[in-house]
């Protein structure tokens, strides 16, 4: 069912403490930039955001638009010596709001003309158009979301130096 949701929670195991996370974490993240302007080449750090105690907050940087990728937030905490880290992969909230609107407000068009085409007993052709702005909506919004997640999941296990357990 998670292959059909544009979020993921996921869980990681390391044998680096806490302490030691938080530092490699650090050499990957650099404070949130609103603007960029092509600085791509010459920085090598692959995300921005934030960490805190033991909590970040981060999304990668691209040097390309995708309003689907997600915003990763995760919570580091000892296992006995080691560390498990729970992380959140979601994309940003006004994004979602957008597509639910746009998602939900169609999905009502295509029940009406659904049961305008059963009173009438007659198929109504333009209920095709709508059923595939629907699914562009969702096929863009779910594979634009995987496409990113699936890189930050293999950036978070080097990063981390953890393996995906869940």
Known sequence: MNNFIPFENLIYDSYLTERELLHRLSQFIEPKKYFRFNDFENNNKRYEGYVSANIFEINRILNYRNSFMPFIKGEIK?????????????IHPMVMVFMSLWLGIIGIIIFALL?????????????????????AGYFMTLFGFKYESKKSKKDLEEILDARLIE
């Open 78 to 90: 000892d296992n006995n010596g080691r560390a498990r880290i729970n992380v959140k992969m979601r």
């Open 115 to 135: 049961i305008s085409s059963i009173k009438e007993n007659k198929f109504e052709p333009s209920i095709l158009i709508v059923i595939s702005m629907f699914l």
